[in-house]
């Protein structure tokens, strides 16, 4: 990982080039100790929501914010904050900081305002409105750090709300590449390859979500979190 010069809050540390951790309120310089903080405090953010305020309504950028915050508040001074900041990740450039304010009104109004909530839609329906939320999500990329874990949970409330189980992303982390070809078929807004993957996780459960199914569900949720390059403005 190369050194880069931090002009803002957002940016890595520069006296550890293999860290990969970015500046934090805890001082945690320890890759596996950040990531440990981070997936404790997503357990709790499942909790939050699955058991204290399960969204039966839209889902909005408001309450994307929120979460965000209120999950990384604790650990960064950007949580819950779009980001200002490039980002890209094997060649592949998300959607420039400039032009976030735009697309994310767009997401809003043609994705999230159409395809949430869930609730009395077929089983075929929910696949379609969780594979095209969640691809529009990652390559928005709207926060600085923690967007694939976000649009995880996301299509957990999604599918939860439509009556069946979150999603298992080990599944997912089997099929990266797959996984990857089909976040960039959504350029083009084709879905297809993410509704497969999305239709081979799908299980039907009985409401309300236990706490065992919680537990899982944020683990599952951490899988192998996107290291990301910056490019500052």
Known sequence: MSKYRITNDEGYFTFDEQAHVLANK??????????????ILLEKLYVHVFEQHFPRGKITIALLKRWHLQWLGNIYTWAGKIRTVNLSKSNFLFAAAARLPFLLRGFENQFLAKYTPC??????QTIRAIAAVHVELIIIHPFREGNGRLARLVADVMAVQAGFAPLDYHAWEKK?????????????????????????????????????????AAHQASFSPVQVTVRFR
């Open 26 to 39: 805890l001082n945690i310089i320890d890759a596996e100790e950040i990531n440990g903080v981070e997936l």
């Open 119 to 124: 609730s009395g839609m077929t089983r075929e």
């Open 176 to 216: 990266k590449d797959q996984y990857i070809t089909a976040i960039h078929a959504g350029m083009n807004m084709e879905y297809g390859l993410m509704e497969e993957l999305v239709n081979e996780q799908y299980e039907t459960i009985n409401l309300p979500v236990v706490n065992e199914l919680i537990y899982h």
